[in-house]
């Protein structure tokens, strides 16, 4: 089982799309949901208690999450040094990854680093000079012969030209990445949309874009036989090509669980403090029986419901968009599944011509990447 551990609820950057957006979301209201605001901002439990859950699962893996984890470096340290993890995962702003040792840094299968694009655009969304400590860190990460996974994970809205950023953060001059993957800045707050040109955004750059992605991804396969690791692209393609349904791509709630700084599990590293989806607590619960969590309606009676999954739970419970907003950001996931169906049989032809092979869309599912964007 895949668990994200809430080391602290701090961050030390102000990104556009999450430290102002929960400024200007403050008065915002969550319906009937009961919000516990007093969970404590960094790990109250001991780890012994934390060893004890996590033994019950023969193959825990860890996913090391915040705020920004990475501020709890000597927790971090503690937690490698003491449990027996089937995998480390970070998902960090990248600021601090020199800071740990390279004995730990090797640890990580996977690295998950905040970066939006190129320089302008990330220092845009996230602030003066931190596309610079980033590029930096991750150039160190490579140089102490880290052999893992290095994951940009961008945020994407409307100054996001999907296509030229993606492509940039593949071939970018400044530090290599294995893989890229995005989500959009959609339904995660209550008041955003009305203020934002969303619909325009989506209709004129993003779907288009996306279309642009698509064809160059398949026509990068037809002329140098290698498939980029484009996330979003490869986890609906594996499936298409298995003829295999998906439930919730990222797993949370039934293939991942998160654990907050007071030991309480829910099912979604966002849904910290909300007590209806408290689902047992580390001291006396078993990690491979927690309740499942499943996405409800639209997605239940969704036309592409195997293909997409659901997107993202806690947008789904929540409902902090209404449906005409959310429905907006569901033509993206139509857009985006229609045009991988529509490359599906050249795909096959591909690997039946032995140009690219069925494992080059392999990747570790549920390891903290949501896949749909
Ligand atoms: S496209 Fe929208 S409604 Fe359909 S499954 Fe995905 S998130 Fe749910
Ligand atoms: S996609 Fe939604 S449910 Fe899944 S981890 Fe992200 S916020 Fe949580």
Redesign the pocket.
Do not use: D, W
């Given at each position: 089982m895949f668990f994200h551990l809430i080391l602290t609820t701090k961050c030390d950057l102000k990104c556009k799309y999450c430290y102002e957006k929960s400024c200007e979301d403050i008065d915002s209201d969550f319906g009937d949901f009961e919000i516990d605001y007093s969970v404590p901002s960094r790990i109250s439990y001991d780890l012994e208690t934390l060893e004890a859950f996590l033994s019950k699962d023969t193959e825990p893996s860890l996913i090391f999450y915040g705020g920004e984890p990475m501020l709890c470096i000597e927790d971090i340290k503690r937690i490698m040094d003491r449990i027996k993890a089937k995998s480390f995962v970070v998902q960090t702003n990248g600021l601090h990854l020199k800071k740990l040792e390279p004995e730990y840094l090797n640890k990580f299968d996977t690295i998950f680093v905040s970066i939006d694009g190129d320089e302008n655009l990330t220092d845009f969304y996230r602030g003066k000079g931190v596309y610079r400590k980033v590029v930096e860190n991750v150039n160190f990460v490579r140089k102490i012969g880290f052999r893992g996974e290095i994951v940009a994970r961008m945020t994407v809205m409307e100054q996001t030209d999907i296509y030229n950023q993606v492509l940039w953060l593949l071939n970018n001059p400044d530090c290599s990445f294995s893989s890229v993957h995005w989500q959009i800045d959609a339904g995660f707050w209550k008041t955003d949309f009305e203020k934002r040109p969303f619909a325009k955004w989506v209709e004129e750059s993003y779907n288009v874009g996306i279309r642009r992605l698509v064809r160059f991804w398949v026509e990068h396969m037809e002329k140098y036989g290698r498939v980029l690791r484009i996330y979003p692209f490869l986890g609906v393609v594996e499936s298409l090509l298995k003829g295999e349904p998906s439930l919730l791509r990222c797993g949370s709630g039934w293939a991942n669980y998160s654990i907050q700084t007071d030991g309480h599990i829910i099912p979604c590293p966002i849904m910290g403090g909300m007590k209806d989806f408290y689902l047992g607590h580390i001291e006396n619960s078993h990690p491979l029986r927690l309740k499942k969590v499943f996405?409800g309606f639209?997605?239940t009676t969704?036309e592409?419901?195997y293909e997409?999954g659901?997107?993202c739970l806690y947008a789904n419970l929540t409902k902090r968009w209404s449906s005409e907003a959310y429905a907006l950001v569901?033509k993206t996931?139509?857009n985006m599944i229609d045009c991988l169906k529509a490359v599906v049989p050249r795909i096959k032809q591909l690997i039946y011509e032995g140009k690219i092979s069925f494992s080059d869309f392999n990747y570790t599912k549920y390891n903290g990447c949501e896949v749909i964007p």
């Open positions: 996405v639209p997605c969704c592409i419901r997409c659901g997107r569901c996931v139509k």
